[in-house]
């Protein structure tokens, strides 16, 4: 065998040649994701700012309520508040709002004076009545049929344990393990007019769970069936998968025909066609026909099939918020037979039960599944330090379509909150389109909150509580409600409010000259007329960290609230990802002031957001950063080549509301509430980039 010898000229090309060759091919072929790789974010897109504030009035505080003794001993916190859950209006044309408490009570509320009594304790008819250890445990719906005024009739699902394990039988076939049922109860009203309830109520059906969450939860008639039609007075039924121990599908009952878990159902109550004999089974369900199957099953592949509505305008279609496991939260187009995949699926992404931290890329024969994949939906943007198994903090409850005559702004969207956090969303149901490859999904919007002051508000500040439990209601008119099971308080929508749309005083202010500014470094700026130009990148100084070299706009007086335009480009070549230019506003000091931070990276904490400087290292204050330890990032990139672009700045000192808009955009980039300073001047700069600003114009209110 010869051998090979290489002098050290030869062996340093050959290395140089073959890292040569390696790096092309990387650059070129980046290697693909493969079926089995995990998803770290999911949904990249987070909803964006819409501009638009909801405007909430206080109507009604719904009395404390107690669970079962039981319960109490296991959850002595129950006692503290009721868990009301849901508001609607009683069809009847009467003006009563009913409102149930999971801990038993029945409650109808005048809609003028919004006062409050007991119509119905649930609690009270069943002795084995189970309240507790589970998020929607207890009296959990009612429903009244469209004809209430005149035949009396309403349907309730309440759970029960104990004794009735072992003394009641369920009609579809039970989990194993068997802890809980959830049972629907047909009552009848003596008087439908009456203000407490008299009259009978009879067990329609019973089904029984392993877990204490994800039972029965909405039930409910379609409004949009009219008298004689197919589906009037056919009551939908959401029933989750049981939810035990959170184990991933719960044996795969979602996608199992033959159980009622993970669907959702339909039944016609005025029948007697069921196996049970109390209630029939439409001939136009999807599986009514068919042996084997649960005959009553209208959509399968669910795990927590929260809150459901029907648009009363548009298609008329019924639409479906869905609590994912970990990380997707979704809104659903439901038609017969329609299967969501879960637990198969998750959202648009393929669930592996025995990952516990992340989703998977769906396979390249997706289609021959048939899943029916989100309109719209977001992810939980894991904060960080929480494990993948821990509570992230997010779980949607969908309202409805608004389709009302009294809040214009609203016309045409999806009502969507979020049940843990408060956040308010939506989407335009023109965009909520059906996708098969589940891919396109409608943006979501954010939306404020303001009290009738005009001061901007969180449902987490009204709740008094981090966990706001939040849901949407509405009235026979469409106009929504907002409660908060975290301390059982109603908010009645009554208005819509543009976010930062403060009022400033004829205080205008334009750059014109070099003189008009006090830079940090003179020697590096360059002032043309109505440009100003950074021309040299600024160096770090001492104290806290804050932009490195700006420009202080000193003609004018101080303002208050106050409205910037301005041109601005970043001259820094675009093959530095990190390049930016700041606008400051609230100008009070070299280390007090706040700072809009426009820049290529979104990625990285101190970039492309909102700013604080209170003699400390500027603290980031924007609504958007999201502060995931894995995928960070907070709005859009706001600048991303070279060109020039118009950038719009509100500042109201009373509320703190803070705004930037980007290029004519009716809606915001980035937006902030803080009141850390009240007045101060206006500026611009960079931290370690160069650029220019042109056509400056300052609008406010003079301060003092």
């Not at 230019?581 to 492309?608: E, K, M």
């Not at 290292?617 to 907070?634: E, K, S, T, Y």
């Not at 703190?656 to 009240?678: C, H, N, Q, W």
Request: net charge neutral.
């Amino acid at each position: 065998m010869t051998e090979i010898r290489w002098s050290p000229p030869k062996l340093v090309a050959l290395v140089t040649a073959l890292f040569t060759a390696l790096a092309a091919v990387l650059l070129a072929a980046p290697p693909q994701a493969r079926a089995d790789d995990p998803i770290i974010d999911p949904i990249p897109e987070d909803p964006v700012p819409s501009g638009i504030g909801l405007v909430l009035k206080e109507v009604a505080q719904l009395p404390e309520s107690t669970p079962t003794p039981a319960d109490m001993v296991t959850d002595p916190r129950l006692v503290r508040h009721n868990r009301i859950n849901y508001v609607g209006e009683v069809p009847d044309s009467s003006g009563r709002l009913y409102v149930p408490d999971l801990n038993g009570n029945l409650y109808f509320l005048d809609k003028k004076t919004y006062r409050y009594h007991v119509y119905l304790d649930v609690k009270a008819q069943f002795p084995d009545f189970f309240s507790a250890q589970g998020l929607g445990q207890g009296f959990g719906f009612v429903a009244f049929h469209p004809d209430f005024k005149r035949n009396g009739k309403f349907y309730t699902v309440h759970v029960e344990s104990g004794n009735a394990l072992t003394t009641k039988k369920p009609d579809l076939t039970p989990q194993p393990n068997t802890a809980y049922h959830g049972i629907i109860t047909e009552w009848t009203a003596d008087d439908p007019s009456a203000q407490t309830f008299s009259g009978t109520h009879r067990e329609l059906l019973r089904i029984g769970f392993s877990g204490r969450i994800h039972g029965i939860q909405q039930i409910d008639f379609n409004p949009n069936a009219r008298p004689g039609s197919a589906d009037y007075g056919k009551l939908y039924l959401a029933v989750g998968d049981g939810g035990n121990g959170n184990v991933g599908d719960n044996g795969g009952d979602p996608q199992n025909l033959a159980v009622p878990q993970g669907k959702i159902l339909r039944i016609d109550p005025a029948g007697n066609n069921s196996d049970n004999g109390k209630y029939g089974i439409p001939a136009d369900n999807p599986y009514a026909g068919r042996d084997g199957v649960v005959k009553e099953i209208y959509a399968i592949g669910m795990r927590d099939p929260h809150r459901f509505s029907w648009d009363t305008g548009g298609q008329k279609r019924m639409f479906l918020g869905h609590i994912g496991e970990h990380a997707i939260e979704a809104v659903y187009d439901v038609r017969p037979g329609d299967n969501f995949g879960w637990s198969e699926r998750e959202g648009a992404f393929r669930f592996d039960k025995n990952d516990r931290c992340y989703l998977h890329p769906l396979p390249e024969d997706d289609a021959k599944y048939g899943y029916t994949y989100p309109l719209a939906a977001y992810d939980h943007d894991r904060p960080p330090n929480l494990s993948c198994t821990a509570d992230s903090g997010n779980a949607i409850s969908t309202g409805f379509v608004y389709r009302g005559g009294k809040l214009a702004a609203l016309r045409g969207k999806f009502l969507i909150t979020d049940i843990v956090n408060g956040r308010l969303l939506y989407a335009e149901e023109k965009e909520m389109q059906r996708d098969p490859t589940g891919q396109k999904r409608a943006q979501l919007y954010s939306m404020a909150a303001y009290d009738t002051e005009g001061n901007p508000v969180t449902l987490q500040q009204l709740a008094g509580d981090t966990r706001v439990d939040a849901r949407f209601g509405q009235d026979a008119q469409g106009e929504p409600y907002l409660l908060a099971k975290a301390n059982g308080k109603i908010w009645k929508v009554v208005g819509t409010k543009t976010f930062a749309d403060c009022r400033t005083t004829p205080v205008r202010v334009q750059a014109t000259s070099g003189k008009d500014w006090t830079p940090v470094t003179p020697s590096k700026w360059r002032f043309n007329g109505r440009e100003a130009v950074l021309a040299e990148a600024g160096t770090e100084r001492p104290g806290p960290r804050r932009p490195y070299e700006y420009a202080v706009l000193s003609k004018g007086p101080e303002l208050g609230s106050t409205e910037i335009t301005a041109k601005v480009r970043l001259d820094t070549p675009v093959s530095v990802s990190n390049r930016d230019v700041v606008l400051l506003f609230g100008y009070q000091s070299d280390t007090r002031f706040y700072y809009a931070h426009l820049s290529s990276d979104n990625t990285i904490y101190p970039h492309n957001g909102i700013f604080v400087v209170d003699d400390a290292d500027r603290a980031r204050i924007d609504q958007q950063w999201n502060g995931n330890r894995l995928v960070p990032h907070g709005a859009p990139p706001a600048v991303t080549d070279e060109a020039w672009h118009d950038v719009r700045i509100k500042h109201c000192a009373d509320t703190g509301e803070i705004a930037v808009y980007m290029d004519g955009s009716k809606r915001p980039l980035m937006t902030a509430v803080d009141t850390t300073f009240r007045s101060g001047r206006v500026g611009f700069g960079s931290f370690d980039n160069v650029g220019s600003l042109r056509n400056l114009t300052v609008t406010g209110t003079r301060a003092g």
